[in-house]
């Protein structure tokens, strides 16, 4: 792909704002072990168990111990139980938890109206101006970590740098009840050493293209020019270009638009098998999946939609911590979300699946001129 001489003005680091990135640690898995302590030192999956779905079912988080047996989010909930048998199974409550994570958002709102909720476990918050009228960002954090675990008992990372991108990656690199500061002279040491998986947009699809290339590391990518980043990976590599120079000066939006992306299928001759279901969610997810891999978008709240033959509509949601990234794992959601609620006594006229709640990827506009 040739994009011919670029010309642009080229965006300009901007050190002025102080952001947090605020990520609770093993979210829903916290919140189960902290209102029952007699589990709270066993691994703890959020899933229904295995030998009650069939062995369906996906992991929607797990807590730290469960971690160390190779437990994550969005694995199948039997293979989850074949690596941790002796794993805690809770079928996991997201009404309770969206209680809680409003809980926390009362608690941001004391600093800052400056607050971008990214899902119910993580938001960013701009501190730069605070209504601590406290202009160290480390202490704002020290200050927000310390009330949400005296009020609520729960555990938080922070990650604090200048921009977005660099808060969200420096709140995972000290997990759990970390904190990470980056500032604009430690920045360029901490990009080069970050692992190329660990810039947003870098998936399991694609990294074996930056291997390939050689890309192993933020130090790697920045041996790359922009034109050879753009040939390679189009407007994903004109974000990383930038990125790993520490430039992603998109602010902090308190009225974040809620996005979701997705498809329907109304049905000339009504379904009444669950073969003919299933065969209709994994047709949904595939196309859904290359609807959001074209725009390069990740969420990680999947919706079905079942309406029946008598017009009776119903909508199911499943939230996972890591974001659905393929459409093997849009089926394993959508499926269970199927099995729980749907049902065959009456028949299917339309299916939909919806993902959304995305990650945060806003790509600085391409300023071209071909010649």
Not at 93 to 121: A, C, H, K, W
């Amino acid at each position: 792909m040739e994009y011919g001489l670029l010309r642009f003005e080229d965006p300009k680091i901007d050190c002025s704002r102080k952001i947090l990135h605020v990520d609770m640690d093993a979210f829903y898995a916290s919140i189960e072990a902290r209102d029952n302590p007699s589990i709270a030192h066993k691994p703890i999956i959020i899933a229904k168990h295995p030998s009650l779905t069939g062995g369906r079912g996906i992991v929607s988080t797990c807590n730290y111990l469960a971690r160390q047996f190779g437990v994550h989010s969005a694995m199948p909930a039997i293979e989850a139980y074949r690596l941790c048998p002796q794993a805690i199974f809770v079928q996991g409550n997201m009404g309770y938890y969206r209680q809680v994570s409003q809980q926390i958002r009362t608690i941001f709102s004391q600093y800052t109206d400056l607050i971008e909720p990214l899902s119910l476990d993580e938001a960013y918050l701009d501190v730069t101006e605070n209504k601590k009228g406290e202009s160290s960002a480390i202490r704002l954090a020290q200050m927000i970590q310390k009330q949400i675990l005296d009020e609520l008992n729960l555990t938080c990372s922070i990650g604090i740098s200048y921009n977005k991108f660099i808060a969200k990656i420096a709140s995972d690199y000290q997990k759990p009840f970390g904190m990470t500061l980056v500032t604009p002279e430690s920045a360029p040491l901490f990009l080069q050493s970050l692992p190329i998986e660990d810039f947003y947009g870098v998936g399991k699809k694609s990294i074996h293209h930056f291997h390939r290339l050689g890309i192993f590391s933020g130090r790697d990518l920045l041996t790359y020019s922009l034109n050879d980043l753009m040939t390679h990976f189009g407007k994903m590599g004109y974000s990383l270009y930038f990125k790993v120079r520490g430039i992603h000066n998109s602010p902090v939006c308190a009225q974040r638009e809620r996005k979701s992306k997705g498809r329907e299928m109304t049905f000339q001759y009504f379904l009444d098998q669950n073969d003919q279901v299933e065969q209709a969610v994994e047709q949904l997810s595939r196309k859904i999946m290359a609807d959001l891999k074209g725009k390069d978008l990740l969420g990680h709240t999947l919706t079905l939609k079942i309406r029946y033959d008598d017009f009776e509509t119903i909508t199911r949601q499943l939230q996972t911590a890591d974001p659905i990234d393929s459409w093997e794992i849009c089926l394993d959601l959508a499926s269970q979300l199927w099995q729980t609620h749907g049902q065959l006594n009456k028949c299917i006229r339309l299916l939909g699946i919806a993902i959304s709640q995305f990650e945060d990827q806003t790509i600085e506009p391409i300023k071209l001129e071909l010649s």
